[in-house]
């Protein structure tokens, strides 16, 4: 009986042609998927350790990325600005729970370890292939346009545009997101204290941008979130 006949993959089955082109999209289209995973993921982990803001924050990202687009951020620029507003606190888990939660006003020792939190999730994002900018955009986003912030008391462009971007949407975000010992603050409010630390702790021309569409739809995604202007009081 004659045996069956096993194509070999070299000789009598070659790999078929794939142009260049296509071969080229494939692999992109499998970065990007990884990259969602890798975003993914550490979004749950942001979830387990409750550091997650849920809505606010994924509505928050969507706002960075329209100031982004409309400051003529360049695509790659865009990339890193998504990663970066989704796991700017992703070193936060690296903080003990005693110091997250803590009821209350950090004190000196606590508040310094708090500070770590930006450098923490530089040193796990820069590991992963990809993520190298966006890490050191995280590094950053703590900083203040006067020189005031943390970790390296970067001055006004100094600081990454992506990093001045997030700082104004993760203390948006912070401001009006109500913890288990407060409630978070109107965003009236919110506004309010952006625009006054405008050119000092922000940089204007991200707040102005933020601003310029975000307080327009304000009133409608704060409602949905079922944390409207009442609620917050
Ligand atoms: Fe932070």
Same mark, same amino acid.
């Given at each position: 009986m004659a045996s069956e006949r096993i194509p070999v993959l070299t000789a009598d089955f070659p790999m078929p042609w794939v142009p260049e082109s296509l071969r080229v999209k494939q692999l992109e289209e499998q970065l990007?998927?990884?990259?969602?995973a890798v975003i993914c993921g550490f979004n749950q982990l942001l979830d387990l350790k409750d550091l997650n803001t849920g809505v606010h924050s994924t509505r928050l990202a969507e706002w960075g990325m329209r100031v982004g687009q409309e400051l003529g951020l360049e695509e790659s620029q865009l990339q890193n600005l998504e990663v970066s507003a989704l796991l700017h606190d992703i070193g936060k888990v690296g903080i003990p729970d005693s110091i997250l939660r803590k009821p209350g006003k950090l004190d000196d020792a606590e508040f310094e370890l708090m500070k770590?939190?930006?450098e923490y999730g530089w040193a796990v994002l /820069?590991?992963?292939p990809g993520f190298e900018r966006a890490a050191l955009d995280i590094l950053h986003h703590h900083e203040r346009c006067d020189g005031k912030g943390y970790?390296?008391?970067l001055r006004d462009t100094e600081i990454p545009i992506v990093s001045r971007i997030v700082c104004v949407i993760d203390a948006f975000d912070a401001?009006?997101?109500?913890?288990?010992? /407060?409630k978070g603050l109107p965003?009236?409010?919110?506004v309010r204290r952006?625009?006054?630390c405008s050119g000092t702790q922000f940089d204007a021309k991200v707040v102005q941008c933020?601003?310029?569409f975000a307080q327009a739809e304000m009133s409608t995604v704060f409602a949905a979130a079922g944390t409207s202007v009442s609620s917050a009081l």
């Open positions: 990007s998927s990884l990259r969602s770590k939190h930006p /820069r590991m992963l970790p390296a008391g401001m009006v997101s109500s913890r288990p010992y /407060r965003y009236e409010e919110a952006l625009v006054e933020f601003l310029s």
